[in-house]
């Protein structure tokens, strides 16, 4: 899994509440187990029309977000079913970090095990988000993990928490399977023994 120390990049604002993994990622995608390739069908339902063409008022269509890693989302994002494959539709797009005022518990876990941040910050700090992801392409935001601190294009900040061991897993780009192998010589050690002790098994 790829670190996430710094993310500096355009932040694309989605001030829609209730956004559910079905909108993320709709089922007509859900045929793949691969965590690439889903980009294009992020936000399916909102970014085409039915005839494929792009619709120009979406937001992640427009011009200057098309290349967005942050995004400013309404509050409880990533509700709905647990499909795991939403945050693989976000990071396959280029989106590192969702900010919202509150997520759904297995999205938020999910985006963990994929290597995004998402932040929780109050409602006051998500208006002013929002405000400076309006401003298209000058919406630069800058997402400090090591020091949990969000500055904007105008050079205020946002200070944010976060779970210890949680921020040490981004920082590092530890999975589940990463964190397992780490500990492969106190597996190999502990199987040695099992093995010296209970040969028959």
């Given at each position: 899994m790829e670190k996430f120390v710094k993310l500096t990049g355009v932040a694309a604002p989605l001030p829609v509440v209730n956004v559910d993994t079905d909108m993320?990622?709709?089922?007509?995608?859900?045929k793949t187990i691969k965590r690439t390739g889903l980009g294009?069908?992020?936000f399916a339902e909102a970014r085409y029309h039915q005839d494929g063409s792009e619709n120009p008022d979406f937001v992640l269509?427009?011009?200057?977000?098309?290349?967005a890693k942050i995004l400013v989302a309404g509050d409880n994002f990533g509700?709905?079913?647990?499909?795991?494959?939403?945050?693989?539709?976000?990071?396959?797009?280029?989106?590192?970090?969702?900010?919202?005022?509150?997520?759904?518990d297995i999205f938020y876990n999910n985006c963990f095990k994929n290597g995004i941040l998402p932040i929780i910050v109050s409602p006051e700090e998500l208006e002013k988000l929002m405000d400076d992801a309006e401003r298209g392409s000058n919406a630069?935001?800058?997402?400090?993990?090591?020091?949990?601190?969000i500055s904007g294009p105008d050079g205020g900040s946002i200070k944010?928490?976060?779970?210890?061991?949680?921020?040490?897993?981004l920082l590092n780009g530890l999975d589940d399977i990463s964190l397992t192998l780490a500990k492969?010589?106190?597996?190999?050690?502990?199987?040695?023994k099992l093995a010296a002790e209970r040969p028959w098994a």
């Amino acid at each position: 899994m790829e670190k996430f120390v710094k993310l500096t990049g355009v932040a694309a604002p989605l001030p829609v509440v209730n956004v559910d993994t079905d909108m993320i990622i709709p089922k007509d995608y859900l045929k793949t187990i691969k965590r690439t390739g889903l980009g294009t069908g992020l936000f399916a339902e909102a970014r085409y029309h039915q005839d494929g063409s792009e619709n120009p008022d979406f937001v992640l269509n427009k011009p200057a977000y098309r290349d967005a890693k942050i995004l400013v989302a309404g509050d409880n994002f990533g509700c709905g079913s647990s499909r795991e494959h939403a945050p693989w539709a976000l990071a396959d797009f280029g989106i590192r970090c969702v900010i919202s005022t509150s997520f759904a518990d297995i999205f938020y876990n999910n985006c963990f095990k994929n290597g995004i941040l998402p932040i929780i910050v109050s409602p006051e700090e998500l208006e002013k988000l929002m405000d400076d992801a309006e401003r298209g392409s000058n919406a630069v935001v800058t997402v400090d993990l090591e020091s949990c601190e969000i500055s904007g294009p105008d050079g205020g900040s946002i200070k944010f928490e976060l779970d210890a061991f949680r921020r040490h897993c981004l920082l590092n780009g530890l999975d589940d399977i990463s964190l397992t192998l780490a500990k492969s010589d106190n597996i190999a050690s502990y199987e040695t023994k099992l093995a010296a002790e209970r040969p028959w098994a």
